[in-house]
């Protein structure tokens, strides 16, 4: 197939790897440059612009850092949908709005173009691996001809309903995961600093009910020092405050989402905007005047 892929940076770049080994036809867009001359010494065409991308393309994948910057992309006269014709898909690997979501995929249908709301999670090591979990909003038409794309670069799809809902599962999952890893943060420090081997704490609670996906991945990064922003915070704000947001469109109160969101906001605007969620614990080391980064660099 002849794809558009449009935002190829740390998530993007390898999941268009993956359509590329595959052996599609990559027509990529990317801001910046070092992004697409990437894409391009791995056999992909440099695009001048997400029209260009998406010229002649069956399908498109956009994978891009704001909702607000899906909808300049995709919406009206002077988006994808004013440039693509009938029967193509517009594909969105972003974490975005449901409501958006849900508005692009009216205004697609209306132009005979299918808009399916995608988000992944795994981050960019499964990205790399071709390992992400794929949530899809949309019909089950446009969902089962694009399945064989979704499959190159992910281990698993499912179609949580209609479009929408796939950004809903994944705010919910992101919510719980900045939760977790919140909670994982203060649990490691206290544990160590209370004197228990970091090593012996991490291997207790993952057999007994504290166990989770967040605490085995989590406390390893931080034991081994190894917090490069592969998740920034910055990120992390924008990510739970669409889940607060879809909590107030239903009237459903999450107490624990929005503390983790002012939390996460107060981090965010003291330094850690650029960097890792994980990072934070920096913060929380200070005032138990107690580091517990690197005590375990060789622990797999």
Known sequence: MRIGFIGVGNMGGPIATHLLT???????????????????ELGADKATSAAN???????????LPMPRDVEEVVSGDEGLFGTMPAGTTVIDLSTSSPSLSRRLAVEGHERGIDFLDAP?????????????????GGSEEAFERNLPLLETFAAKVVRCGDAGAGNVVKAVNNM?????????TEALLLGAKAGVDPKILREVVEASSGASFVWSSGTRAILRDRLAPSFTSALACKDIGLAVDLADEFEVPVPMGRHTQQLLETYRDNGFADEDILA?????????????????????
């Open 176 to 184: 719980l995961a900045f939760v977790g890893m919140m909670g994982a």
């Open 22 to 40: 595959a052996e599609h036809d990559l027509q990529a867009f990317d801001l910046n440059s070092q992004s697409l001359d990437r894409m391009a």
């Open 280 to 300: 934070t614990i920096r913060a929380l080391e200070d005032e138990a005047s107690f580091v517990v980064r690197g005590l375990a660099p060789d622990i797999q």
């Open 53 to 63: 991308a998406a010229d002649g393309a069956e399908a498109v994948f956009l994978s």
């Open 120 to 136: 992944v999670s795994g981050g960019v090591y499964g990205a790399r691996k071709g390992t992400l979990a794929v949530m899809v």
